[in-house]
Each structure stands twice: as structure tokens, then as C-alpha cells.
């Protein structure tokens, strides 16, 4: 019998296990990295609506202030004085 392609066979083997073992964990790294980089473009995402929310809301009080100052303006004026 020999014992040297018995042993040859088993190193062989013992190294495909260790390969699948780090492809298995590279894997879960990665998986793990994707996803804490998918959460931080999530919250900066979020935090630019917020910013930009808050913008729109100001611009259109903004806006909406000047109509009202022009339509009292517009009344105003119209009105004949009693």
C-alpha cells in the first residue's frame, strides 16, 4: 500500500477545507462592510432630505410672506379710504 498518495490526498483535502474556510469568512467581511457602507450613504442620504427640507420649508414661508405682504398691498391700496 502506499501511504505517501494516501497522505498526499488528505493535505490536499485539508487545504481545499482551510480554502472554503477563508472564502467563507472573505465572504462574510465583505458582506459586513457592504453593509455598514450601505448604512452610512442611508443616514447621509437622510440627513441631506432633512437639510434639504428644511431649506424648502424656509423658502417657501419665505415665498408665501411676500405673496401675503403683496396681497394686503394690493388691498390696500384698492380700497377707497372712508
Known sequence: MNTS???AG???QGQATELRAQ???LHERLARRAGLALLAWTRRQD???AHDAVHLH???ARA???AHQDQYR???LATPLA
Request: hydrophobic share 30%; net charge positive; aromatic share 0%.
Open 74 to 76: 394690493l388691498v390696500t
Open 23 to 25: 472564502a467563507r469568512q
Open 10 to 12: 488528505s493535505a490536499r
Open 64 to 66: 408665501a410672506e411676500r
Open 47 to 49: 440627513e441631506r432630505r
Open 5 to 7: 498518495s494516501l497522505t
Open 58 to 60: 424656509r423658502h417657501t
